[in-house]
């Protein structure tokens, strides 16, 4: 392998699991050789066990001392990269065995593209899968900004950065939120940075209990990074981040009815309705009804809980 590897590939993990362990298996197996990969480790250690387990010296293991959260450990581990071009995996996704193949290929043939993003299958407990980007055509895009805010799956798990791409956006560290990556694909839209789109699922995004996209924390941080932008000169723009406060919104209050906060709930439904009202209406009114309901969050919040034990 060369001192500068082709790719970079980091996983900023916190947690080990069967997850984890098939996750870093599938980067090691990809058909392109040329690369790094940098195990964030921000559980105290769990996870070299794993890693020596893959016997892999293509592998920088990174323990923290200290455990940095959700945005340190992606900034940190992604510093650390010295490839061409950086690629992210998460602790519960897997690379399909193409993957750095197919996306470097597409950064090789245009120097202008900052990223290359795919489609995903999304996997669900039961082994169910869709897609999530079929509305979303393969190809260059030069003005994608309503396309970011329209579409959930800008992910670090389906995208490749050209390294300038990230170093250039060093200067921004991301919101402290575990959705705080999402900043890197809104400013390289803004910034007008070309992005290709392939539209085929090249890796899998896993949904399970675990996952941080169910916290309450994360449906804050949709709300509050989602309502730092303003794009009064692009209205059409504009109303589609709305709508990803409103959603933020919906689904934080339903979280916060599940925790037992009735009150919470309802401010955050009417908020949602204010910033967007056409947004999840079905599932607004419902969680409104409940809402009204007195006791209604704290026996939702018990039946959660399993009930009394």
Known sequence: MS??????????????????????????GQTMGDLEVIVGDDSGGALRAAVEAA???RIRYVPHPKQLGFTGNHETTIDLARGKYIAVL???D????????????????DPELGLVCSDVWEIFPGGERQRPGLKVKGGRYDDWLPLV???????????????????????KHWPDHP????????????????????????????????????????????????RAYGFPERPEVDALRRKRVAAGLVGRAGARLRSGDAAGARTDLAE??????????????????????PGAGWAIARRSRGGDR
């Open 3 to 28: 001192t500068q590897p082709l790719v970079s590939v980091c996983m900023p993990a916190h947690r080990d699991s069967d997850f984890f362990r098939a996750a870093l298996e599938s980067v090691l």
């Open 55 to 57: 016997g892999d010296d």
């Open 90 to 92: 998460h602790d519960d």
């Open 94 to 109: 897997v690379h399909h065995p193409d993957y750095l193949e197919r996306m470097t290929a597409v950064l090789e043939a």
């Open 149 to 171: 805010f329209s579409h959930n799956f800008f992910i670090p798990t389906s995208t490749v950065l050209r390294r300038e791409t990230w170093e250039q956006r060093r200067t």
């Open 179 to 226: 959705i705080g990556d999402i900043v890197l694909w809104y400013d390289a839209a803004i910034d007008g940075t070309p992005m290709y789109w392939i539209a085929e699922p090249l890796a899998d995004y896993r949904r399970h209990d675990a996952q941080i996209s169910g916290l309450l924390a994360t449906r804050t941080g949709q709300i509050e990074i989602n």
């Open 272 to 293: 949602a309705k204010h910033e967007a009202p056409e947004v999840l209406t079905r599932k607004r009114q419902a969680l409104e009804a409940i809402a009204r309901v």
